[in-house]
């Protein structure tokens, strides 16, 4: 199984400032057929499901504010939050779907300072 | 739009069976896999597996293999999670997750809580 490890578990960051979480498979995640990087991104609030920020390590999904941003390849990922909006306080996750079981990372819980 | 509405939440006694339901709307159903992921209370994110809502042939990860059933009713669009001889620690949401055309999951059910005491 691909063990996915995010860091930090917890960050807080002043509103309009950076969020960098970090995210790092123990195996490649790079599909070198199609040059794509099987690695999503989700963001979650209390008390809802999950949302989508990021597909292919780096695509936006539609409707997602361009403040979010994915970045990396192979095992070594990042999702930065550009300026950091009230709204983004929240728990995030990575997942892999490059193999089955399709692991997701611990999540990083993201407060204002 | 698509949307996957899930059953109500549901309180049980260890041992017991469960059957939670994904009704899903606004796209082919037979073509993208449902997955099932589940929360425990405080806790991360869990993939339990996934059904191919075109063969209906489940996968299920370790630790859900036996007392988990994935199933479908093609014929209303619906994904099904049974758990048989419930114990506490299934107390968690459970959520169905389509799996689009990007092969990320893109879509998310409301959740379904299932609370497990005697």
């Known amino acids: 199984d691909i063990v996915m490890t995010q860091s930090p578990d917890s960050l807080a960051v002043s509103l309009g400032e950076r969020a960098t979480i970090n995210c790092k498979s123990s195996?490649?995640?790079?599909?070198?057929?199609?040059?794509?990087?099987?690695l999503a991104w989700f963001q979650q609030k209390p008390g809802q499901p999950p949302n989508l920020l990021i597909y292919?390590?780096?695509t936006r999904e539609s409707g997602v504010p361009d403040r979010f941003s994915g970045s990396g390849s192979g095992t070594d990922f990042t999702l930065t939050i550009s300026s950091l909006q009230a709204e983004d306080v929240a728990v995030y996750y990575c997942?892999?779907?490059?193999?089955?079981?399709?692991?997701f990372g611990q999540g990083t819980k993201v407060e204002i300072k | 739009q698509v949307q996957l509405v899930q059953s109500g939440s549901e309180l049980k006694k260890p041992g017991a069976s469960v059957k939670v339901s994904c009704k899903a709307s606004?796209?082919?159903?037979?073509?993208?896999?449902m997955n099932w992921v589940r929360q425990a209370p405080g806790q991360g994110l869990e993939w339990m597996g996934w059904?191919?809502?075109?063969?209906?042939?489940?996968t299920y990860a370790q630790g859900f293999t036996g007392r988990f059933v994935f199933s479908l009713d093609t014929s209303v669009f619906t994904a099904y999670l049974q758990i048989s001889s419930l114990k506490a620690e299934d107390t968690a949401v459970y959520y169905c997750?389509?799996?689009?055309?990007?092969?990320?999951?893109?879509?998310w059910g409301q959740g379904t809580l299932v609370t497990v005491s005697s």
């Open positions: 292919w390590a780096s």
């Open positions: 195996q490649s995640v790079l599909y070198f057929s199609n040059s794509k990087n099987y």
């Open positions: 997942q892999q779907y490059y193999s089955t079981p399709r692991t």
């Open positions: 606004g796209y082919t159903f037979t073509s993208y896999t």
């Open positions: 059904i191919n809502t075109n063969t209906g042939n489940p």
């Open positions: 997750a389509r799996e689009g055309p990007h092969y990320a999951i893109d879509s």
